[in-house]
Every structure is written in C-alpha cells, then in structure tokens.
C-alpha cells in the first residue's frame, strides 16, 4: 500500500505557498533575503571558501587575457565569485539576480577572511566603509530572471551555485547562456536535484519526488521552488541549446536501496527513468561552444 509521506510538511508547505501567493496578489514587497550571510560566521565560511575552491579549479583550465568579463547567474547574498574573478584579473564581472542583493560588513568580513586564507580575492567587487557597497565600476548587477536578462557583452566565463534546479524555463536559460558566452568561453554549473525547504534534511532526498504534479504545483509556486528537474532533462536542453564537451560529474548520489524501495511510490514523470537517472544530487556540469580538442 502507497502511504503518504511527511503530511505535516505538506500542510505547512501549502500554508505557505498560498501565503506567498497573496502576498504577490496584495503587491506586498519582499523582505531581502540573507540566507548565507546572516547566519553562522563558520557556515557562512564554509559555504563561501566551497564555491570558491570549485570554481578557482575551473580558471585555472582556463587561458588568462586581457579584458575577460565574467557572469554569474543567481549569486544571491554570496558574492565571492565576482571578487574571485576579479583578484583573477577579469575586467568585469554581471551578477544576474532578480533578488536585490545586499552588502554589509559581514561580506566585507567574509572576503576578508577569504582573501588572508589565500584565496585570489582582492575585495575588488565592494568598497568597504560604514555603508559597503558594490564597485559598481567592474560589477554590473541585472535585476532579472537569467533568460529574460539582456548582457550587452559576451562573457568568456558563466557560473551559477545552486540554481539551475530553481530555473522554470530550462531551455530558455541555456539558450541565453549560449548566446552570451564567447566561442572559447566555458560555463560551470553546480546543482542540487534533491528536495529543498519543508523536504531537505532529515528528510530523505528523494521523498519530494512522491508527490503528483498538481499537489506539489500547490505547495511551491512557480519562481520560488525547486523544479524538479532529473539531470537528463538538463544536459538535453544544454545540447539542444549547442553546447558541446558536456561534462556531469554526480558529486553526491541518492542510496540505491533506499530509491530502489521509495519507487513505486515515486511521480510518473520519475518512474518513467531509471534507477540510475534518478539517483544523482549534487552535480557540477561544465559545457562550452566549441570543441577544445579540434583547436
Ligand atoms: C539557493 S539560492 C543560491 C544562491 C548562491 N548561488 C549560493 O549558492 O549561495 C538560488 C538563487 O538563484 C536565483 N535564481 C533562481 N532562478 C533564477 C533565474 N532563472 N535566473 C537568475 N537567478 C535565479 C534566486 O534568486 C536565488 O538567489
């Protein structure tokens, strides 16, 4: 017998989502959200030094010239990798963020700690003083979902943290990415396929994956959810978008035996993939345009 799972979280998450959805009904403003930097200083540090170290692996790859320009898409509260690029030497880095993005003294805190535990960082992207800002000089910020985002230059380097699995519109996002990207840039994308909010931790991965279309559609509204998305379904729209060289590489995987028992009770769009397909969480896919080994 199917039982149904976490009916608690259920019953928040619609409370939720319909709160939300009045919310954008009555115009009321959003409160800006500091989800990385408010909290503890260590966990603030360790999540920044993390996307740090993953993303300085991938410049290293890459040829250094004059006047690169970089973008990444969703940086949120955490603006590490706009000051990584430029402590690399890029000219100019586009944040594309639809949420407005906020300095303090605690960002200016954390690049700080970054830069003396030997990271490029140069705390090129604020400037620091009793009201920290952005060096609105080398970083540009857009106000925008990415697809709809209009860059007015191309980028030799896209990087996005734990995004793609909050983009409605898939193929519209790496469409734009490969309308952007310079012929011998790359793009570096790490994602999380696993259950967010009311369905992360203790609560097993893929239990968010029980529930039908319709029921899920009313507990998280479109534009503030994780889409559940498989990985197949993103590395076709990057192909289809012209990428080549695509790389996934599953930094966490889901236990087999534990989705092995969950499956008959996984959404229909879930058992028609295998176990395999469905087994991937944490990802980091890097793509390009052209194909590095014909050059
Ligand atoms: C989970 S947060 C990750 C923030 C940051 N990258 C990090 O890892 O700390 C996801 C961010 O992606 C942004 N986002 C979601 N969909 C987006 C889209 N289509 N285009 C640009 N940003 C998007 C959200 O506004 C949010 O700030």
């Known amino acids: ?43 603030a540090l360790y999540h920044h030094r993390k996307i740090a170290t993953l993303v300085s692996a991938h410049l290293s790859d890459m040829q250094m010239k004059e006047g690169l320009t970089g973008c990444e898409i969703g940086s949120g509260d955490c603006l590490v990798i706009a000051d990584l690029l430029l402590g690399k030497g890029y000219q100019k880095v586009y944040l594309v ?32 003083g009793t009201s920290p800002s952005l060096n609105t000089e080398k970083v540009t910020v857009i106000p925008e979902y990415f697809e709809n985002a209009v860059l007015t230059d ?13 983009v409605e519109d898939l193929k519209g996002f790496f469409l734009k990415c490969a309308s952007i990207l310079s012929p011998d840039g790359l793009m570096v994308h790490k ?30 509204p479109k534009y503030r959810r994780s889409c559940r ?20 590489i599953t930094l966490t995987s889901e236990d087999a035996d534990y ?9 229909t769009k879930a058992r028609r993939r295998t176990l395999e397909q469905i087994l991937p ?8 345009l052209t194909r590095t080994d014909l050059q």
Not at 207 to 212: A, G, M, P, V
Request: glycine share 4%.
């Open 154 to 166: 191309k980028v030799d380097f896209i990087f996005s943290h734990d995004v793609i699995e909050h």
């Open 97 to 128: 963020e639809k949420q407005r993005i906020v300095v303090n003294k605690r960002q200016i805190e954390i690049l700080e700690r970054l830069r003396e535990s030997g990271l490029p960082n140069k705390l090129e992207a604020v400037i620091a």
């Open 191 to 220: 994602f999380d396929l696993s259950g967010h909010e009311f369905f992360e931790y203790p609560i097993p991965h893929l239990d968010f994956q029980t529930y039908s279309d319709w029921l899920y559609d009313l507990m998280f």
């Open 259 to 267: 989705a092995r028992k969950l499956y008959p009770q996984l959404r």
């Open 229 to 248: 998305w498989f990985l197949d379904e993103i590395t076709d729209a990057v192909r289809s978008a012209g990428f080549t060289c695509i790389e996934a």
């Open 1 to 43: 017998m199917n039982t149904f799972l976490h009916p608690k979280r259920v019953v928040q998450a619609l409370y939720y989502g319909f709160k939300w959805r009045l919310k954008k009904l009555l115009r009321l403003p959003e409160k800006p959200r500091l989800p990385v930097v408010s909290g503890d200083l260590d966990a």
């Open 281 to 288: 969480m944490d990802v980091l896919l890097t793509a390009r």
